[in-house]
């Protein structure tokens, strides 16, 4: 079984390396859509998302502190958004609950971090 590494990850998310992120995924990867709320399902989809993502927004994800649970990880996220032209969008902390499935993220999900 492979191992998530969750600092690697986050760092090629923020680096653009699309390439790496799409590699830590499952095949049937769950991954949320924020700005219509719905959902991105599969690995195909999750990179044509992500790569048309990344024509509007920038995002710098740095794990802060990652908590195994039960089927993943917990991460508490500082996440900074900007725009393409580099104008501050957004400086916030969130928690991604990541689901993982043989070392693989089969899910992620975005919530309010603990206090």
């Known amino acids: 079984m492979t191992t998530f590494d969750a600092e690697e990850f986050y760092a ?9 992120v ?16 719905g959902r991105v399902l599969g690995r195909a ?3 044509d998302h992500l790569a048309r993502q990344a024509r509007d927004v920038r995002f710098a994800v740095v794990p802060e502190r990652v908590v195994p649970v ?4 917990a991460v508490t996220v500082h996440q900074v958004v900007r725009d393409a032209d580099g104008d501050l969008l957004s400086d916030t902390r969130v928690l991604h609950g990541l689901t ?10 975005v919530g309010e971090p603990p206090p």
């Open 45 to 47: 989809a999750v990179a």
């Open 100 to 109: 993982l499935d043989e070392g693989l993220l089969r899910r992620l999900d």
């Open 12 to 20: 090629a998310w923020s680096a653009g390396d699309l390439a790496t």
């Open 22 to 37: 799409v590699g830590r995924l499952h095949p049937d990867v769950d991954w949320p859509e924020p700005w219509t709320g």
């Open 70 to 73: 039960d089927d993943g990880v």
